[in-house]
């Protein structure tokens, strides 16, 4: 619910990291790593309270870079998508409700859930000296699945780069649709530019 998410994973984190700061003033390589989720990047009905708070730590994350940056220590984030482990959601989900695990396995470029060893090795890199420039930002971690970009059907039908459909009357797009043809942009409302000095403007489509 609300209450325990603000508490457990809003606040939990901001305690741990006001925790720490004097022990993280005197090290040599200081870092936060909070973990958020790909939740954060989209709505979704089915986890409100869950997406929200997970969008309040990525940033938090990157306001607390800016406030301790000038004692340089770097503070980062961790976008997990869809990961499962024995005895995980995931995992629960492939068992008990298959229907939602398929469903989100599809959603993922990938074709796979990812793995716990992957977030880990991605917290390794951000604690290391080879991320000593990065603070600030959060990872995500998610076999590219926030990267489907979710449109409505409403597309011109010119726009052929529309990869299947999902419940509720909308496609995914896995890219940027290229410009239009010519022959579709002629159809365009028009609009006139009108220079400054009162002289005939010129019509031009945008």
């Known amino acids: 619910g609300w209450a325990v998410s603000l508490d457990v994973d809003l606040m939990g984190t901001v305690r741990a990291s006001h ?12 870092s936060i790593i909070n973990l958020a989720s790909i939740s954060a990047l989209r709505a979704s009905p089915r986890t409100p309270p869950y997406g929200a708070i997970k969008a309040a730590v990525a940033h938090y994350t990157g306001t ?19 990961i499962e482990f ?21 959603s993922i470029p990938f074709g796979r859930m990812g793995s716990d060893q992957e977030v880990a090795n991605v917290a390794l890199f951000l604690a290391s000296d ?13 076999g590219g699945r926030a990267r489907r970009a979710c449109i409505g059907t409403g597309m011109p039908p010119h726009w052929p780069h529309l990869k299947g459909s999902i419940p509720g009357g909308a496609a995914c797009i896995m890219r940027r649709p290229a410009i239009p043809p010519s022959s579709a942009r002629a159809q365009w409302p028009r609009r006139r530019n009108r220079p400054a000095h009162g002289g005939r403007g010129r019509d031009f489509r945008g």
């Not at 925790?19 to 200081?30: F, G, I, T, V, Y």
């Not at 980062?76 to 869809?82: D, F, H, Q, R, V």
């Not at 024995?86 to 599809?106: F, I, K, M």
């Open 19 to 30: 925790a720490c700061l004097a022990a993280l003033r005197q090290s040599e390589h200081p």
């Open 64 to 82: 607390l870079a800016l406030e301790l940056a000038p004692h340089k220590v770097r503070v980062n984030g961790i976008a997990p998508g869809s």
């Open 86 to 106: 024995p005895g995980g959601v995931w995992d629960n989900a492939r068992q008990h409700n298959p229907e939602l695990y398929q469903r989100t396995l599809s």
């Open 130 to 142: 080879y991320a000593s420039w990065i603070t600030g930002q959060t990872l995500v971690v998610d």
